[in-house]
Each structure stands twice: as C-alpha cells, then as structure tokens.
C-alpha cells in the first residue's frame, strides 16, 4: 500500500523589521510639557525636547500654517530621533512627510513640483458628511441555502436595541457580506445604508459570560439604544496630495496605487484648493496642517531655497521641520557662505532648535534602551566597554556593534553578551577615526590617490602617452 507524504505546513509569522528610530514612541514630555530625563525611547536633549514639544502643541492646535522649525547639531544628537518623536506624538490622523534634501535631485520632476507635492501629502483635508446606517445587536442570523446547491441564498437578520427588534431580509450580497466578517449572534454591528458596509463594533456585554465565544482581543460594548436607524456623521481624513492625484488621472483613484504621479497641473491644484475653500465655508470640511520633515536641507540649493520662502506664506502650508548638521558652509548652487548651508532670508523665519552631544550616562541609557529594541542582553562588562567606545567614537557606531556582538555571542552557544564579544566586533569593524588612520598609513597604495603631487600625475600621464 503506498503511503503519501504530508508537506510540513510552517507557521507564518510577522516580520518586524528594527530601525534606526523604532525605539521612539514619543517626545517623552509631561502635562505641563517638561522633558523626563528617560522617557518613550527618548534620553537627554531637555531643553530640545521642550521646544519641540511647543512646536508640537502649535501644531495639535491646528490654526497655525506656514511656521518653519530648524534642528541643528552635530552627528548623533538626536536630531531625527526630536522628528520621529514629533511625529508618533501627533497620532495617525495627522500628516507626516519624511523626505531627505538630496531626494529632490533623484526624483523624474522638477525640484518645485517635487516639493509642491510634499507640502501637499503635509496637508489633510478632514470631509464630514452625512450618512444612513442600522446600528444594533445581532439576535440571530438565519440562512436558507437551496437544497439543489444551487440559487440564490436567502435570511433574515434580526437586529435589537434597547428600545426595538427588527427583522430585515437579506440577499444574496448581505449574506457574503455577513459571512465574510464572520458575523453571529452577540455581535453589535453597523451598516452603511448607502454602501451595504457591515462593520463589527464589538460584542455585546450580555453575552460577556459566554467563554468558548470569547478570543484574546476581544472587545465589550454596550448594546445600542434608541432606534436602529441612524444618521450618522462620518469622517474621511485625505491628504491635498491624494486628491490632486485623483483628480488629475483618467483612471482616478487607481492613481493612488500606480506610484508614479508624475507632475501635476497648477490648474488642476487652483481648482482644488477652490473646492476645499468652498467646503471650509459650508462646514463640510476643515484643514488640517500636517509637518513635513526635510532631513540633510543643506542639500538643496537655492532655487528650493526661494521656493520654500514663498510656499511658507501660503494658507494651505503645513508645519516645516528641516535638520542640518553643518555648520559654515557654502549655499548650494552659489559661492556664498551662510550658517547650516541655508539663506539669510530663510534662516530668518526659522525658530532654531539646538541639540547638544550626549555625556556618558546618556550614552549609557540610550545603548540600554536599543538592547531592548534588539533583543540583545548585555553584561555590565560588554555595556560599559560599548558606552566607553560611543564616548571615545561616536554613539552610531556603539549602536551598530550592539546587534554584530548579538550574533557573536550565538554563535559561541552564549546567552549574554560579554566583553570578549565587543573586542572582537570592535576588532572587525573599524570606526571613523581608525579608518582614517589606517587611510594614511596605506595611501600610497590605492588607486587615483590625490594626495600625491600633481608632477607625479603628469609625468605618468606622459609616460603613458609614449
């Protein structure tokens, strides 16, 4: 008798990915708006993380557009942590465009229509309007099903409140509807009139005692009262990015999902912002100014310079926030000099945050803190030599020995990681300062070398050319 083989069926598990930021869930700010010294991933920086908390209530309060926040400081101090942590403050109803300077030049438009089109995924647009629906607690669910296996299905629905039990008849599309979220008795459901939508707003507290229905997440709420049918407010919150790109395709939303928008009409945006200022008047919609983050501005160069000035005066602008770490340096796309690489008329209009270098008990908590991110344990031995070398080389770099000493310390069958297993990363990855060293003790044996005299280059060239 031949036997079959049953394929071994794996279970599917959730990739979650670590980056640079995943840690920071917030500012880590109190009700009075005083930064903790450790608090939601974030460590030190008290006097940035206060002012970038004003900012954040500025923005919250949704009246103020067209404000312009600079993050200055050296490497590593935290100046995109302050951003991502403005930007898991504000919550998901509020826009947040990340982009850095030099993706301006890599982009298939022009350097103005690539910003116009960030400031406008900055802005969101929240449209109220009115909708039927049924709201209730599913009494019980009969299906008819043919006996033949084939035809159209029929039910009934029985739904109650507090204050009435209605019957409704359901066809073959509610039925799918219905199946599909798995809807049965003790649910409290909502549907959408105009769509057919059925939502599950939870399960009904009467049947709270039922065990075998009950799952790990789920979630009790009262049973509705009143009549079943409702008018109710709904809520859409789209960015003026989405709709400028639905309305300037052919195929609509689908444009949403191609990727590539291309350049937009200005016609097409005047039109738009007309109709939303029209809404605005009757109620139907208001603004909400989002923040757009320029990491690296000091790559832009003038001409987006001159564009930002005048894209801040405008109504429908959002919340600039833009970080630098240069200092003196030259404007890009001129010969002049200015503070960060930006101009004088700019930097006026800019409220100027300042981030300081970590000392060594700060340097300490944050490598803690992305241990736990990583799922790394350290010795007190391992974490004191890594905060040393943070101190001495940079904290990125501390940073990425922590997941390299992870995978040494696997390797050799250990639970902890120990002070070994730092030497050894640390002896297999350089950091700036011996790169650099090790840079000039070799230099005259890589290629095109630039250091060498410019009468050396010339007399091989015309060797070469005999």
């Known amino acids: ?41 974030m460590v030190g920086q008290l006097a940035a993380r206060r002012a970038a908390g004003i900012i954040l209530e500025m923005i919250k309060d949704g009246h103020i557009a067209g404000r312009a926040v600079l993050i200055a400081g050296q490497p590593g101090t935290g100046k995109t942590a302050i951003a991502m942590g403005i930007a898991q403050s504000l919550g998901p109803d509020t826009p947040f465009t990340a982009m850095a300077g030099s993706e301006i030049f890599s982009l298939e438009m022009s350097k103005t229509e690539a910003l116009s089109q960030a ?10 309007e009115e909708t039927e629906i049924i709201e209730g607690e599913v009494v019980e669910i009969q299906i008819d099903r043919p006996a033949t296996g084939t035809g159209a299905k029929l039910g009934k629905l029985i739904l109650k409140t507090t204050d009435m039990e209605t019957v409704y008849d359901l066809g073959n599309k509610m039925i799918e509807s219905l199946t599909r979220e ?25 049947r709270s005692l039922d065990y075998d229905a009950m799952g790990a997440r789920t979630q009790f709420v009262q049973c509705p009262q009143g009549e079943l049918q409702k008018r109710k407010e709904v809520v859409h919150t789209v960015t003026l990015h989405e709709v400028d790109v639905v309305n300037s ?37 208001e603004i909400i100014p989002g923040v757009l983050f320029i990491d690296e501005v000091h790559m832009l160069d003038m001409e987006c310079f001159s ?3 005048r894209a801040l005066e405008s109504d429908l602008s959002p919340v600039l926030i833009v970080a630098t770490n240069r200092g003196i340096t030259r404007i890009r796309g001129t010969n002049y000099q200015s503070a960060h690489g930006i101009p004088m008329d700019l930097l006026d209009r800019l409220l100027i945050i300042a981030t300081s270098p970590y000392t060594e008990k700060e340097t300490r908590e944050i490598l803690k803190i992305r241990c736990e991110e990583e799922d790394v344990e350290l010795s007190e031995e391992a974490l004191a030599e890594l905060t040393s070398t943070g101190r001495k080389t940079s904290l990125r770099y ?11 310390c696997r390797k050799r069958r250990g639970t902890q990681v120990q002070l070994e297993d730092v030497q050894r990363v640390k002896h297999l990855f350089l950091d700036e300062s011996r790169s650099s060293e090790y840079m000039k003790e070799y230099e005259k044996d890589f290629l095109f070398n630039e250091t060498r005299a410019p009468e050396l280059h010339t007399a091989q060239f015309s060797n070469s050319s005999i």
């Open 307 to 309: 564009f930002l000035n």
């Open 1 to 41: 008798m031949a036997t079959t083989k049953v394929p071994e069926v794996r279970d599917i598990t959730r990739i979650e990915r670590i980056g640079a930021h995943s840690h920071i869930r917030g500012l880590g700010l109190d009700d009075a708006l005083e930064a903790r010294q450790v608090s939601q991933g």
């Open 119 to 128: 400031f406008r995924k900055s802005i969101g647009v929240r449209i109220k």
């Open 398 to 408: 501390a940073i990425q020995l922590i997941s390299t000493a992870g995978l040494v």
């Open 249 to 285: 395709r052919s195929q609509g939303f689908l444009a949403l999902f191609s990727g590539d928008t291309g350049e937009i009409k200005s016609e097409v945006r005047e039109q738009i912002n007309a109709k939303v200022s029209q809404w605005r008047e009757e109620g139907k919609a």
């Open 182 to 206: 798995k809807i049965q008795a003790g649910d409290v459901i909502t549907i959408d009139k105009a769509t057919g939508k059925i939502s599950r707003l939870g399960r009904s507290f009467t």
